[in-house]
């Protein structure tokens, strides 16, 4: 007799095939939702000291990387997006090593123009600061927060600052808010093949009705353009903050 639950050869199979539908159909149709936040035009830009023992590296150049902190930050090969993204000047990296020389923690500032179509309906133009990441065995310590905050203050002065969290990711979303963001919506994002993308906000998440009644999208370019104010590199300027 068999029973509901009883195993049987096809499971493993099964769920081998599952996996496969799972991931093929990802790559057809993508749904996430994110919490967007903004850095507060008011809120000064400070540098923050770099946390003791560990040093900071900067990077507009894909040349300039070395090959151990691009094997960590940049896995995909043979192409990786954040490659390309370098390579075209859109995207400059953070790294911060520990004392060994390791990679503890990095992140990306990336200038808008990858992102102004999936993240049209909450803001026309800025700069986009992520994607970050803290080695596991460092993480707690303030690591993300430190390397946001630098961000934020490498970023040229009067551009709005964009960054954004999957809904579920809980110690992102904490260290965002402590490095000084402030929630600004819920965006919906549906991408199907060929990246086309829609996108819808969800929630209004700024904090009074006041600030709610200038509307989406964000950005200084009301009309809806677009700018690109590039991501604030001039040329030498790696080099002197390079410690
Ligand atoms: C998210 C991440 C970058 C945080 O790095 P970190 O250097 O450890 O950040 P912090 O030092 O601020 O520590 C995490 C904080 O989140 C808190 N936290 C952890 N899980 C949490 C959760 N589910 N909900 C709310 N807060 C949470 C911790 O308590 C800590 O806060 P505290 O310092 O006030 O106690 C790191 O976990 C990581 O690399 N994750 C994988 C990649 C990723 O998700 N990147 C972010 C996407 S941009």
Redesign the pocket.
């Known amino acids: 007799m068999t029973t509901l639950h009883a195993p049987t050869t096809n499971g493993p199979r099964a769920s081998t095939a599952r996996d496969l539908w799972v991931r093929l159909r990802s790559l057809v149709h993508r749904v996430n939702t994110f919490r967007v936040f903004e850095y507060p035009a008011r809120s000064e830009r400070r540098d923050p000291p770099t946390p003791p023992g560990f040093e900071l590296r900067i990077f507009d150049s894909l040349d300039e990387v070395p090959g151990e902190i691009a094997r960590t930050v940049m896995p995909g090969r043979p192409f990786d997006l954040m490659r390309t993204r370098m390579r075209r000047g859109l995207a400059r990296l953070l790294v911060l090593l520990d004392p060994n020389g390791a990679v503890a923690?990095y992140g990306w500032n990336q200038s808008w123009r990858p992102f102004r179509r999936r993240f049209a309906k909450v803001a026309t133009d800025g700069l986009m600061l992520?994607?970050?990441?803290?080695r596991p065995d460092?993480?707690?310590?303030?690591?993300?927060?430190y390397l946001i905050r630098k961000s934020v203050a490498l970023a040229p002065p009067a551009a709005p600052l964009f960054?954004y969290?999957?809904v579920e990711?809980?110690?992102?979303?904490?260290?965002i808010e402590?490095a000084g963001f402030t929630p600004l919506a819920i965006l919906h994002l549906r991408r199907l093949l060929l990246g086309l993308n829609f996108s819808r906000v969800v929630t209004d998440l700024r904090p009074t009705a006041a600030a709610r009644t200038a509307p989406l999208p964000r950005g200084t370019d009301a009309a809806g353009a677009g700018t690109d104010r590039g991501i604030g590199h001039a040329a030498g300027q790696a080099a002197s903050h390079r410690r």
């Open positions: 923690a992520g994607f970050y990441w803290t460092q993480r707690g310590r303030g690591l993300y927060p960054i969290a999957c990711n809980g110690a992102s979303m904490h260290g402590k």
